[in-house]
């Protein structure tokens, strides 16, 4: 990707924000990823009592990360691009927002899932991500910042 991107903060109070990113869930091309869409809100109301604990950004409204911060690490909720941008860096670029923010905030882990049938498995071994576990359908992953 050559151009800059729009990032902005999701706004949990925003009704427009939610529906934008259960949107580029279902439809980002993946099933497991659509179907996760519904579980977005469930992150959000489990962050309420800690709202700075949710970290979310929407790039150029077609990507977004959503995250929990935890106290040791930080644990992937969702990561998602609209199907007609893949492979243009979006993922990419999500990720490396995602690390710059752990850094700063000096948290050096951080885990997720992602589906044993997901196309973003070789992804995020790309990402340097290993896989800890399986649990379901699901691989448990990893990606250390110093390691």
């Known amino acids: ?8 903060q999701f706004d949990r109070n925003s009704r427009a924000d939610l529906k934008l990113i259960e949107r580029i869930c279902r439809e980002s091309g ?4 659509a179907a996760h869409a519904a579980y ?8 309420a009592a800690h709202p700075e604990n949710l970290w979310c950004e929407i790039a150029d409204d077609v990507a977004f990360y959503m995250c929990r911060r935890c106290r040791a690490h930080v644990r992937g909720v969702d990561t998602a691009v609209l199907s007609e941008y893949h492979g243009t860096g979006y993922g990419r670029a999500l ?5 710059a923010r752990m850094r700063a905030a000096g948290i050096g882990l951080f885990t997720f899932r992602t589906s044993r049938d997901n196309s973003a498995l070789g992804f995020w071994l790309h990402m340097g991500a290993r896989i800890m576990d399986v649990v ?12």
């Open 30 to 33: 993946s099933r497991a990823v």
């Open 1 to 8: 990707m050559t151009r800059s991107i729009a990032w902005r």
């Open 40 to 47: 977005l809100r469930t992150a959000i109301w489990q962050t």
């Open 136 to 147: 379901g359908g699901d691989y448990e992953m990893e990606i250390r910042l110093n390691g």
């Open 95 to 99: 990720h490396e927002r995602r690390l």
